[in-house]
């Protein structure tokens, strides 16, 4: 009878080394598949932006991108912007993958995100891409890069532009009270199944019309998906650009998964599109911790 009690004593002081060493060494480290993890990067052109997408937050950046414009940028001016995209070596990326129809997404936005535009670079090939955006007033913007290099992961890279002219009166950051806004005549309604940090969550674009307040149900792909959803924080250091959970929907519902890795105020802007016109829905939330 001893040396059974012995045996089983050494028997689970066995099992509880392997257990304690499994779990040092091999376990996973689920925070590596979030798709909002906010790490900061040792690139400077890259701010640790979030895309909203399942990229282990783990895999290397091996990208660097300078932007750079023809001139001194100018509000009211058409000023040509290169993107240029490089290795780590200074070598040019050739081949990027197309996302939502594009190779690159370029988002822009003013500092105080009263401005918002989604904007398509054309690809010259060797790593150079090329746009001329928009910038209705003179102050400070930043311009979030959005793109997928082939055998590469999703990149996001920010830069921050001073533009001469006129500035535009600065307009607070506020919570929306209510998540309900209509534009162009649709009635579109924001909710939420539950609203925190660092939690999967799914948000609801309800789409009706303003006047009838019946459903809309002809809502049309806009870049091969039924809608876009980009979400910045108030200091515009977390980017998200979320796609839908079903992108072939077609309305009144949109919905779409993604979580906020910290708590404070964001500008979400949804783009949907109906009758051939893309229209946009700015909300403010303020996400609890």
């Given at each position: 009878m001893e040396r059974k009690f012995l045996t089983m004593v050494v028997f689970s002081l066995i099992i509880s080394l392997f257990l304690a060493a499994c779990s040092k060494d091999g376990s996973m480290d689920h925070g590596n598949m979030d798709q909002n993890s906010n790490k900061k990067q040792t690139d400077p052109n890259h701010d640790g932006m979030n895309h909203g997408d399942m990229t282990?937050?783990?895999?290397?950046?091996?990208?660097?991108?300078?932007?750079?414009?023809?001139?001194?940028?100018?509000?009211?001016?058409?000023?040509?912007?290169?993107?240029?995209?490089?290795?780590?070596?200074?070598?040019?990326?050739?081949?990027?993958?197309?996302?939502?129809?594009?190779?690159?997404?370029?988002?822009?936005?003013?500092?105080?995100?009263?401005?918002?535009?989604?904007?398509?670079?054309?690809?010259?090939?060797?790593?150079?891409?090329?746009?001329?955006?928009?910038?209705?007033?003179?102050?400070?913007?930043?311009?979030?890069?959005?793109?997928?290099?082939?055998?590469?992961?999703?990149?996001?890279?920010?830069?921050?532009?001073?533009?001469?002219?006129?500035?535009?009166?600065?307009?607070?950051?506020?919570?929306?009270?209510?998540?309900?806004?209509?534009?162009?005549?649709?009635?579109?309604?924001?909710?939420?199944?539950?609203?925190?940090?660092?939690?999967?969550?799914?948000?609801?674009?309800?789409?009706?019309?303003?006047?009838?307040?019946?459903?809309?149900k002809n809502l049309q792909p806009y870049l091969g998906a039924v809608g876009h959803v980009v979400a910045i924080s108030g200091d515009t250091e977390t980017y998200l650009h979320v796609h839908p959970m079903d992108e072939k929907a077609t309305g009144p519902n949109a919905k779409f998964m993604t979580s906020f890795p910290k708590s404070g105020l964001y500008k979400i802007w949804g783009q949907f599109q109906q009758n051939g016109k893309v229209f946009t829905v700015p909300f403010t939330i303020n996400v609890p911790k």
């Amino acid at each position: 009878m001893e040396r059974k009690f012995l045996t089983m004593v050494v028997f689970s002081l066995i099992i509880s080394l392997f257990l304690a060493a499994c779990s040092k060494d091999g376990s996973m480290d689920h925070g590596n598949m979030d798709q909002n993890s906010n790490k900061k990067q040792t690139d400077p052109n890259h701010d640790g932006m979030n895309h909203g997408d399942m990229t282990p937050s783990s895999q290397k950046d091996n990208t660097n991108v300078e932007f750079s414009f023809k001139e001194n940028p100018e509000s009211g001016k058409q000023i040509p912007l290169d993107i240029k995209v490089n290795n780590k070596d200074g070598k040019p990326i050739k081949d990027f993958e197309v996302e939502h129809e594009k190779l690159m997404h370029l988002i822009v936005v003013s500092k105080d995100l009263s401005y918002f535009d989604h904007i398509h670079p054309e690809y010259k090939g060797n790593g150079l891409f090329t746009v001329t955006p928009n910038f209705p007033s003179g102050g400070e913007y930043k311009i979030y890069a959005d793109f997928t290099p082939k055998e590469g992961s999703k990149t996001v890279k920010s830069n921050v532009v001073t533009v001469a002219g006129n500035k535009a009166k600065t307009t607070p950051l506020t919570e929306d009270k209510e998540l309900t806004k209509v534009v162009d005549g649709k009635e579109v309604t924001l909710k939420f199944d539950h609203l925190m940090t660092g939690m999967d969550l799914t948000m609801t674009f309800t789409i009706n019309d303003a006047k009838t307040k019946q459903p809309i149900k002809n809502l049309q792909p806009y870049l091969g998906a039924v809608g876009h959803v980009v979400a910045i924080s108030g200091d515009t250091e977390t980017y998200l650009h979320v796609h839908p959970m079903d992108e072939k929907a077609t309305g009144p519902n949109a919905k779409f998964m993604t979580s906020f890795p910290k708590s404070g105020l964001y500008k979400i802007w949804g783009q949907f599109q109906q009758n051939g016109k893309v229209f946009t829905v700015p909300f403010t939330i303020n996400v609890p911790k």
